[in-house]
């Protein structure tokens, strides 16, 4: 997912650790490590963290929250989702 975008770089990979780091150099400039990993057999979950050094008075939150919104329909249409019961 990351790899085909030209706005993001992967900095480090940990299979160990399951994250990835990705450095955004399009606007706004945002550090993401992306974590993943298995809760059960044939079930993981991902978890998205951003970071701006970026100042804005109004905020962020709205400009990252989209970003990390338009990962996870990213990963929907690429993987099977199920119900978590």
């Known amino acids: 997912m990351f790899k085909k975008d030209p706005a993001m770089k992967i900095t480090a990979v940990s299979k160990d ?15 993401i490590i992306v974590t993943v990993i ?13 970071s701006s050094e970026i100042f804005s008075i109004f905020g962020l939150y709205p400009t990252l929250k989209k ?4 990962f996870y329909q990213e990963l929907d249409k690429q993987l099977p989702k199920s119900d978590m019961k």
């Open 17 to 31: 650790r399951g994250e990835i780091s990705v450095s955004m150099t399009s606007r706004p400039k945002a550090f």
């Open 38 to 50: 298995q809760v059960r057999p044939f079930q993981t979950a991902v978890d998205f963290m951003v």
């Open 67 to 70: 970003l990390v919104l338009r």
